[in-house]
């Protein structure tokens, strides 16, 4: 019999999944290792070896961990679960002009879920990741009492809490996360130590599963027969927001294939730097700007999950972050509707796609988040500070 019970564990066979487990094991777990298998990239039509958390290198090593420390170890196979949910998303997005994050929610509403049902097969009472955040269940009194809520792990640098703003109470309450109180360096240490030189040694992918090329638009043509000859052609638009005057200047291949904020590979010049501001699914065209035209005041974000609350009775200050390596920037939230927020930044915000999650935080914890479905300019933004009452 166990010291803590029996515990499910997602393991990559990267050095935070691997580490996740030992440390579990040494506390006295009984661990079950799971490798989730989400993606097979040679039926995508791609050149370059498979790689990262779904390669046989990948599963070998998580395996091999496993058996040196004598628990289960087993492959877990949702490509037909994944490819529905997250490579149709993916591809979804892109063609209504929105610049899709697959991995958090591959993350929150994927890998969680699969994980879940396998534990309760296996009878374990919990599972467990290598993300780097906290969580934990709030004791103060309020509103927050009893909620189950993710916290920003230790390691600034490595903290993980913006991909899980997706992840359900349910699933929060069955979860434990135990890098959230380390540092990458004493990872690599605790693998130093424990005699897994190859972790340490083995490199890290950032790569999206499914395009290790990073060649996302090589991937939607190849996934969408016919696209690149039904959208290129489409007018590149010169616009001067101040003004309200544009002019056509060029000639695009197609608005899928180009992201908010983006400067390179325009394949038009102008002697000045110019950047994607605003991508117009129903006419095809894709409009450009200098860099001050990136920023906006606010946004619209829909598809809520709310961790930290049941809901927001009251406008509320926070740090909102748009995209995982944002620092943040202050901001006044209100619930338009049960599945709607509006965000007022402090201050303009540059680059603002839709279709990425927006993640609001309460000093270290998630409020909650969302995708973001548009963002806006108004002409005079109330100030946080300012704002009366801003307590839920």
Known sequence: MSKHGRILVAMSGGIDSSLAAVLLHEEGYEVIGMTMKTWDYASSGGTKKETGC????????????????????YILD?????GDAVIDHFTGEYLEGRTPNPCVLCNTHIKWDALLRRADRLDCESIATGHYAHIRQVTDDGPA????????????????SYVLWGVSQESLSRTKLPLGHLRKSEIYAMARERGFTELVTKSESYEICFVPDNDYRGFLKRRVPGLEQSVAGGNFILEDPVTGT?????????????????????????????FVTDI?????EVVLGVDKDLYRDGMLVSRLNLQKYVSLE??????????????????????????????????????????QAAVFYEDDDVIGG?????????AETPMVSQMADTTV
Not at 145 to 160: A, C, E, N, P
Not at 280 to 284: A, C, S
Not at 370 to 378: D, E, N, T
């Open 314 to 355: 009251k406008p509320l200050q926070t740090v909102t972050k748009v995209r995982y390596k944002d620092p943040g920037t202050p901001a006044l939230i209100s619930q338009e509707s049960d599945d709607q927020i509006k965000v007022l930044f402090e201050q303009g915000v540059s680059a603002i796609a839709p279709g």
């Open 54 to 73: 779904c390669s046989l290198d990948s599963i070998n090593d998580a395996r091999n961990i496993a058996v040196s420390l004598g628990f289960p170890h």
């Open 280 to 284: 117009r699914k129903d006419t095809n």
């Open 145 to 160: 009492h009893g909620r189950f809520v993710i916290s920003k792990g230790v390691d600034t640098l490595k903290d993980q």
């Open 78 to 82: 949702i490509r037909a679960e994944f």
């Open 370 to 378: 969302g995708w973001i479905m548009k963002s806006f300019r108004q």
């Open 246 to 274: 544009s002019k056509v200047v060029g000639k695009h291949e197609g608005y899928p294939f180009y992201t908010i904020g983006q400067r390179k590979g325009l394949g038009i010049a102008f002697g000045f730097p110019v």
